[in-house]
Every structure is written in C-alpha cells, then in structure tokens.
C-alpha cells in the first residue's frame, strides 16, 4: 500500500478562510457508541455464552487471541456495520473495539481476517480438525437464542405468538449445496427465520432445493418443548404464510396444544365458495368507489393433502376493478373472521422487518464455501441483532427510538465519533458536544445503569 507522507491537504476556501486538513489527532473511532451495546451485554450475558457454544481446541500456551475476544469482535463489528473480514485488518488496532472485545492490553492488537477466517471455517469432522481447531454446537446456539427470549420476561404472558418465514439469500459462488430456486430465479439458500415479538429464536440456514416449509416441524417442536419447559401452560399460536401450510405442522400443532393461524393459497373450489360474498363486495364497491371487504368462514378439506376438515376464514374483497381473496386456515374455534385476519393474521407484516433487519447485519454474506461456515456467519448476525434487539428494548423504552430498525440505531446511536484516551488506570471518550441526540444517548445509558 502507498505510504502518506502529505502532512497538509488543502481545500477550496471558505470566503476569505483556508480549509486544510491534517492527519494529527490522537487516537479517534467512529463508533464511540458502542459502549451502550457493551453495557448490554453486561446485562444479558449473551456473547460470553455464545463463546460457550464452541469448543477451543488450540494449546493454551499458544494463544494470542482469546475464543471470547475473537467471538465478540465478528459480533460486535457486525452490529457497527462491518460486515467484510477484510474490514478487520484495520479494525484490529482500534483501541475501542479492543475494548468491547475485552482485549487487556490495548497496545496489542486483535484477531486480523486471516485469524477470524480460521475461526468460521470450523469443521464437521474430526479429520479436518487438524488444521482448524475451533468448532462449534448448533444445538447450543439454537437453545441460546430461546433462553436469552425467556429471560427476557419476568413472567409468564398469557400468549405468544411464533412467526415462521423464509427469504433467499443469491449466491455468486460455488457454496456448498447451491441450488437454482425457480420462483426467486437465482442460486440462492432459503434460511428459516422464526421470531416471538422481535425475538430472534432460530436461524436456520437451508438448501434450496426443498419445500419452503422443510424443517419446520422440527424447529417448532425444539423450541415449543424448551419454552413449555418454563410456562408449562402457555398459550403458543404459530402465524405464517401459505408457504408453511402443510398437513405435518398443522397435525403436530393440534396434537401439542398450540394454535395455528396459516395464510391458505386460493384455488378454484375455494373462490367458488365465496361467490356470493365476492358479489356483495363488488355491490359494495360500485355503490362507494371504495376498496370492499367481505368476510366469511366455512369448514373445508382439501381432496388429498389433509387428513380432516379445518376451519378456514375467508375475505372477499373487491378493489380497483379486481377481485382479490384471501384465505386463512386455522386451529381457533372462537373470533371474528375479520378480526382474525385484520388484527391478528396481518400483524405478521412486522416480522417481515425483522428479517430485514438480519440482512441490514449482513446475514446474506455467505460466501465461504461449506453450509456449516456459512450457518455460523448467520448466527453471527443473528448475536448482533439480539443485542441491538435488547439495546432497543432495555435502553429506548419510551423514547422516539423504541422502534427503530438496527441501521437506524446503528447510524444515530452508535456512530459517534470520539477521542479515546487510554492511560494506566483509565479509558476516557470525548465525544463532540454538538452531536445531536445527547438526550437520547444519555437517556440509554441511565437505563442500562452505566
């Protein structure tokens, strides 16, 4: 790389002002921020139990970079926007992100990408383990991301409502188990996202190459019997689209006591039962110009596919000349069909931005060659979105930010630059006095009990 020797760089003048810049101040970072999402982890515990999910097999005597400090410095430089390991070759001598990944001696500096590239490639047999020491247990991480939700209430609520999705990640490579998906046009993988709330509470890479619904059933029964072993009487509703109607989840739902709300693809013995109902929502329509709704229910079975009848909602709407139906499934015996499908079913347009938000963390970098590393990046970016999850709950309740997305926390909360002193017995930041949300940042910080 050129060397900069240029001491001055000059500008265009401001009126009669020079504008010159110089690169001569102390030691500066952009992210002085991140100490709220540090403090965070103070509270919740989270990356030192996510460090307890891999197994280090490396001789101690031979360490420089600690699991726990290499672990925290992916996730925390995920959730500052960095989502390249490129990006840690400089990142390594921040004294700031030495101190979020609790580096004891600042002066020395963190894993570089060769390093953190070593640590994601963990085998899945023992013979690669020659060469990589450090693996990793999905069944810990998964039961991880159940317990910090738990944890998270200090008592049980009545209901919880479990939200499956699934969205494609394109790969430009030769990924392991790459496979060309027809409706997303692309080679892609299909990760499965399941969300209570803006809980994260599995991320699931899948191969493309399967039902979008494809392990469904096993993830909601691991995380259905983990929850039910604190709140044995919880009420649990699984919500998803019509991709996720199929006979395995439904029969496993009304065997376990959990409720399902389920979109229902439409097709012509469907429509045809809501004739009369289309017809008065295009009654509706010519009388007011306005978009019409009809709502009705029936009880319904498919010819081959279901092993009973189901109570399905129906809304019949009319709108800018054209019919649009819409169809539910559902395990509820009791409710409105309006209020079912309005409040309930279509408050699972929320989770939609929480899949958002793990692409706004870099969840779509999979580019390493094998299915296991590239899960592991997923659960990366998924540890960086339950921490700012947990920031944006613990630290902004009742502020303007308490729904923010993690971008704009990101942007407004933990991009703020600062002069880092480092002495013997102190780490001191300056932040600049005219940042514009010291309010905000000084609310979150009297919440976390800095």
């Known amino acids: 790389m050129t060397q900069c020797t240029q001491e001055l760089f000059e500008f265009a003048a401001h009126f009669s002002r020079r504008v010159v810049a110089e690169f001569s101040a102390e030691r500066l970072t952009s992210d002085g921020g991140a100490l ?39 996730v925390y430089g995920l959730a500052l926007g960095y989502e390249d390991l490129n990006d840690h070759e400089q990142l390594r001598h921040d004294p700031l992100l ?22 994601e490639l963990t085998p899945a047999d023992a013979a690669a383990a020659r060469y990589h020491k450090i693996s990793y247990a999905d069944e810990k991480i998964d039961a991880l991301l159940v317990d910090l939700f738990l944890e998270a209430h200090a008592t049980a609520p009545e209901r919880i409502v479990l939200d499956l999705d699934s969205t494609d990640v394109p790969l430009h490579g030769h990924q392991g188990s790459r496979f060309f998906h027809g409706y ?48 044995p009487q919880l009420e649990i509703l699984l919500r998803a689209d019509s991709g996720f109607c199929r006979e395995e ?22 429509t045809g039962l809501i004739a009369a109902q289309m017809a008065e929502a295009k009654q509706q329509y ?16 498919t010819r081959k596919s279901w092993s009973r009848s189901r109570r399905v909602l129906a809304k019949a709407e009319f709108t800018a000349d054209k019919e ?9 015996s009791a409710g409105d069909p309006r209020a079912l499908y309005e409040d309930l079913y279509c408050a699972r347009g929320e989770m939609e931005n929480r ?40 630290a902004l309740g009742g502020t303007e930010w308490a729904r923010a997305q993690v971008d704009t926390l990101r942007l407004r909360l933990l991009k703020i630059a600062a002069q880092v002193r480092v002495s013997a017995r102190r780490i001191g930041l300056r932040y600049s006095a005219a940042y514009p949300w010291k309010h905000l940042f000084a609310h979150a910080c009297s919440a976390l009990r800095c």
């Open 36 to 74: 709220l999402v540090r403090q965070v982890d103070r509270r919740i515990g989270l990356l030192r139990r996510f460090a307890a999910c891999f197994v280090d097999g490396r001789d101690p005597e031979r360490i420089e970079h600690r699991l726990l400090e290499m672990v925290s410095q992916r």
């Open 98 to 119: 030495g101190v979020l990944a609790g580096k004891r001696d600042l002066d020395l500096p963190l894993a570089g990408k060769s390093t953190l590239n070593r640590l």
């Open 184 to 231: 997303y046009d692309s080679y892609c993988y299909l990760p499965l996202y399941i969300f209570a709330g803006d809980h994260l509470l599995c991320a699931r890479l899948r191969a493309a190459d399967q039902d979008g619904a494809a392990g469904a059933v096993a993830e909601v029964e691991r995380i259905v019997a983990q929850i039910r072993e604190r709140w």
């Open 249 to 270: 989840l439904m029969r496993w739902c009304e065997d376990h006591r959990v409720d399902y709300l389920l979109g229902l693809a439409r097709n012509e013995r469907l």
């Open 286 to 301: 010519a009388a007011s110009g306005q978009a019409a709704r009809v709502f009705t229910e029936f009880d319904y079975c």
């Open 324 to 332: 649009n139906p819409r169809f539910l499934v559902t395990s509820l």
């Open 355 to 394: 899949v958002k938000e793990q692409l706004s963390l870099f969840s779509d970098r999979l580019s390493t060659e094998t299915m296991r590393a590239n899960q592991l990046r997923v659960y990366f970016s998924a540890m960086a979105y339950t921490l700012l999850e947990a920031l944006r709950r613990l």
